[in-house]
């Protein structure tokens, strides 16, 4: 019933950033939790970040934390990705989750709804 859609991928220098953008069709949106998940080329799809139905609960992983920021505005249906001080490292494509829980979640598992992904590549 819902469709996630990402944007704002790209080549970026490493140090430099990029802004992803998430949107969502339906209504119930501001009562989704949502996710950030990244998979690199050989390599599983892993959570980078997290964000409550209110937006006012955040939760990163180690690798990112301090630089990249989740956030969303409901009345757009729209999450962000803010990252910052990109490195080689974080070249993967980029998917956005969303799922009725209120708090998000760090597991693959808790989401129904994935966007197609976007892709990003940062050069050394």
């Known amino acids: 019933q819902v469709q996630l859609v990402e944007s704002g991928g790209g080549l970026v220098q490493a140090g430099g950033s990029l802004r992803l953008s998430c949107v969502a069709s339906?209504?119930?949106?501001?009562?989704?939790?949502m996710g950030w998940f990244r998979q690199a080329p050989g390599k599983e799809r892993e959570f980078i970040a997290r964000?409550?139905?209110?937006?006012?609960?955040?939760y990163y992983a180690d690798s990112v934390k301090g630089r990249f920021t989740i956030s969303r505005d409901n009345a757009k249906s729209t999450m962000y990705l803010q990252m910052n001080s990109l490195n080689p490292e974080d070249t993967a494509v980029y998917y956005c989750?969303?799922?009725?829980?209120?708090?998000?979640?760090?597991?693959?598992?808790?989401?129904?709804?994935w966007g197609q992904g976007t892709q990003v590549t940062v050069s050394s």
């Open positions: 964000i409550s139905w209110t937006g006012g609960s955040t």
């Open positions: 339906g209504r119930t949106f501001r009562r989704y939790g």
């Open positions: 989750a969303g799922d009725r829980v209120p708090f998000g979640s760090n597991q693959q598992g808790e989401y129904a709804y």
